[in-house]
T-cell receptor, first 116, second 113 residues
Framework: ETGVTQTPRHLVMGMTNKKSLKCEQH?????MYWYKQSAKKPLELMFV???????ENNSVPSRFSPECPNSSHLFLHLHTLQPEDSALYLC???????????????FGSGTRLTVV | GENVEQHPSTLSVQEGDSAVIKCTYS??????FPWYKQELGKGPQLIID?????GEKKDQRIAVTLNKTAKHFSLHITETQPEDSAVYFC????????????FGTGTRLTIIP
């Protein structure tokens, strides 16, 4: 256990469903991230939150909606997804934005999402 | 923006032999280069990093080298063991302010017993 916990570990959803991914960290970090990991592609940064405020949104489709109610919790709300959205979704945290470059990012184990 | 290329995409090495993974980057301003290891069913974990004021860094059986002129850096694993089997990602960034990492595409390393 790295200190970043993601639930669920696996999720299968239809294209018309609505679901949410959850990430929790108790490392005292102030920055949290959502990454998408697809086969044979680099990790794609989706969203960055610093002290519950979204600081970056990398042109992610609106069918992905993040929420950060406090510095320990991060959600990714999903609706009307497409099959190409199937991937491993990783949550990460760091002391602060840019702090990841000093102490590294701590990643969760990810949620394996399959859209059918 | 930064672009990071990583080779090879897969690598099989006999246990006890050495493994080398190479990355190139495009932005000459990048000065921070971490390596992450991702084991099956887990998220990536930082294993070693290097900054541009250093040419080489070692930590037990792993080492990273950096050639700023050529804009490439490499991960070296010596005396490989079965637990080294994983996917390895390189990354690059400018260590300033809110800069974030650009990752390579990953190398799947398999250690053959």
């Amino acid at each position: 256990e790295t200190g970043v916990t993601q639930t669920p570990r696996h999720l299968v959803m239809g294209m018309t469903n609505k679901k949410s991914l959850k990430c929790e960290q108790h490392l005292g970090h102030n920055a949290m991230y959502w990454y998408k990991q697809s086969a044979k592609k680099p990790l794609e940064l989706m969203f960055v939150y610093s002290l519950e405020e979204r600081v970056e949104n990398n042109s992610v489709p609106s069918r992905f909606s993040p929420e950060c109610p406090n510095s320990s919790h991060l959600f990714l709300h999903l609706h009307t997804l497409q099959p190409e959205d199937s991937a491993l979704y990783l949550c990460a945290s760091s002391q602060d934005v840019g702090g990841g470059l000093r102490d590294g990012y701590t990643f969760g184990s990810g949620t394996r999402l399959t859209v059918v | 923006g930064e672009n990071v290329e990583q080779h090879p995409s897969t690598l099989s090495v006999q246990e006890g032999d050495s493994a080398v993974i190479k990355c190139t980057y495009s932005d000459s301003a990048s000065n921070y280069f971490p390596w992450y290891k991702q084991e099956l069913g887990k998220g990536p974990q930082l294993i070693i990093d290097i900054r541009s004021n250093v040419g080489e860094k070692k930590d037990q059986r792993i080492a990273v080298t950096l050639n700023k002129t050529a804009k490439h850096f490499s991960l070296h694993i010596t005396e490989t063991q079965p637990e080294d089997s994983a996917v390895y990602f390189c990354a690059a960034s400018i260590d300033f302010g809110n800069e974030k990492l650009t990752f390579g595409t990953g190398t799947r390393l398999t250690i053959i017993p």
